[in-house]
């Protein structure tokens, strides 16, 4: 496995998301990946909320810029993206 898909979260995966919630306060998040969104002029991440929350399967959006630190419960095997043809025209 290259080092890419050892440093990158994968769709599916568990995590376990810790984020700035106020000064002295830590959000800690578990869930399961479901990609990123925009928020207003900054990144996020979306998880869906596992079971050891009270609103289990509600979807938590996190802005990337509060993640202090993020856990890996369970990675799922990444799926193979497929490569582009890339083709050139000489004319």
């Not at 080092?3 to 568990?14: A, F, M, Q, V, Y």
């Not at 399961?32 to 979807?59: P, R």
């Not at 193979?80 to 025209?89: A, D, L, P, V």
Request: proline share 2%.
């Amino acid at each position: 496995m290259s080092r890419d898909k050892n440093t990158r979260l994968i769709e599916g995966s568990h995590y376990l998301v810790k984020s700035l919630s106020s000064r002295d306060e830590i959000l800690k998040t578990k869930g399961y990946f479901e990609g990123y969104t925009q928020l207003g002029n900054n990144q996020a991440i979306i998880l869906k909320l596992d079971d050891s929350h009270e609103y289990a399967g509600e979807k938590r959006i996190i802005p990337c810029h509060v993640i202090a630190s993020i856990d890996v419960i369970d990675q799922v095997e990444p799926e193979e993206e497929e490569q582009k043809e890339t083709s050139s025209y000489f004319g």
